[in-house]
């Protein structure tokens, strides 16, 4: 009895990450109660985003610039920092502790998942490392498929004539990049070691 | 770092009941990682919803039919029920235990948020007390302003030729309509009392 384009337009949103029902109901009672102020805003918004920003094929990160701004950015010092998602890249950049470029797998090598090395982009990391970067960082998670995943790109870098580190220090058993607070990741960043 | 499109998309975002920029960020990453299954029809539905959907000018609930197709709904009993909000109202459509039309007040006098009789729609409620209406409802939060703003429509419609009651039992003290569960929704419909 919401009418159908209602019940619809809930129906989506309830299953975005961190919705439910009743929180989906919430938040399209209000974008219909202020169209003005909140819902054409939004719709402008996801429609700007949709048309106009892509994954970098550089890094895997969004941008609506392509390659994107930070691999555009000449001053980005030559280290690529690898990460999993594009929300941990988001979580260095914050951290405003890091100046180098990245690189978004978008995914962990996982036997489970069978996620293998092709899915994760591997091969376009190895494509960068043309001398002119100094160092890859990998700053994964530090759970199973993380360390994995690390201990795999560290064997495969090795004959890249790159020196290949990881964030050693700070990163929670268990935890991912994206919550870390700014100290603990320039702290990890700051003591990061010799991967291997 | 994220681009002025992404940025100003999270900020939209953060911005809605029950999210904040985390939230947020992870809604927009998962909207750009599935554009066709998910941000694509997500944008058509709040068009759609947009474009179509309005305030009943009757009732004050949201269709895309105007009349609404409760108030259009020749089957409803001749009953109204008064509700602070449009969620109030879906929570009892979702309990299916009441069959008449309703009110929606948009709100509850209140002395400290300025709300007096005329921003409620009041007098559209008693001029749809043409005669036919057998009984007004008030289905109104156990709060202050609730009671007060049911007190104030007990006397207002005591002249109205109409029977007026209210949810008498299971509104928890200080609780709202919206969040009641179907068995206590029932509950309280069933033991209605007169009002004043
Ligand atoms: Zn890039
Ligand atoms: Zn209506």
Redesign the pocket.
């Known amino acids: 009895m919401m009418g159908p384009e209602i019940e619809r337009l809930v129906g989506l949103m309830a299953r975005l990450p961190g919705l439910g029902p009743r929180s989906a109901r919430r938040i399209v009672l209000r974008l219909m109660a202020e169209r003005e102020q909140r819902l054409l805003p939004l719709i402008a918004a996801l429609d700007a985003a949709c048309q106009r920003v892509a994954v970098?094929?550089?890094?895997?990160?969004l941008?609506s610039q392509?390659?994107?701004?930070?691999?555009?950015d000449a001053a980005r010092e030559p280290l690529i920092c690898v990460v999993e998602t594009v929300a941990d890249q988001w979580a260095l950049e914050r951290a405003a502790v890091y100046r180098g470029?990245?690189h978004?797998l978008g995914g962990l090598l996982s036997a489970i998942a069978g996620h293998g090395p092709e899915d994760l982009g591997i091969d376009r990391l190895v494509a960068r490392l043309d001398g002119s970067v100094r160092e890859v960082i990998l700053a994964l998670p530090a759970t199973v498929d993380g360390q994995a995943t690390a201990h795999y790109l560290t064997e495969r870098l090795a004959t890249c004539g790159v020196s290949v580190t990881r964030l050693a220090q700070g990163v929670p058993v268990g935890g991912s990049i994206e919550i870390l607070d700014e100290g603990t990741l320039a702290l990890a960043l700051s003591a990061r070691r010799a991967a291997g």
Chains 1, 2 share one sequence.
Not at 56 to 61: A, E, K, L, M, N
Not at 66 to 72: E, F, G, K, N
């Open positions: 970098c094929p550089t890094c895997g990160g941008d392509q390659p994107c701004m930070i691999c555009a470029r990245y978004v």
